[in-house]
């Protein structure tokens, strides 16, 4: 009985990760972004949430697929971070603005990003508050 109702808060502490992930990744991206020849690196946040959940189904929505830059160049397997084993959703970002020196950073790109991960996370950290604080009120018989 008490495993069902906390299903809801498995699902939200397991996207908690995956964000606090990305948003490191996102980091990096931004602390490399005048390193020569440093190519920046994102998280499928759709593939790291079916690969933590352990869900194979395919989600409905929309996809993107990361393509290699040039014909012959060998598709990489996604890194393992943090509590995420296996296929992560980790895959090279596209670049938009070719630098001189080989640095696929995007810095707006990157900051959009950083601060839409964020509004997401304080969004999920909100709902397993809100989430917990319904369930402590249903026990209490509030």
Known sequence: ???TMTNGLDFH???LVVRAD???VIASNIANADTP???ARDLNF???MAA???S???LAGPRIQATAARPGHIALAGSTMGSLGGTDGMAYTLQTQPSMDGNSVDLDRERANFADNSVRYEATLRFINGYSKTILSAIQGQ
């Open 46 to 48: 759709r593939d790291a």
């Open 13 to 15: 502490s397991k996207a």
């Open 37 to 39: 020849g440093y190519v």
């Open 22 to 24: 990305r948003q490191r």
């Open 1 to 3: 009985m008490f495993a």
């Open 56 to 58: 194979s189904a395919q």
């Open 52 to 54: 933590a959940s352990g």
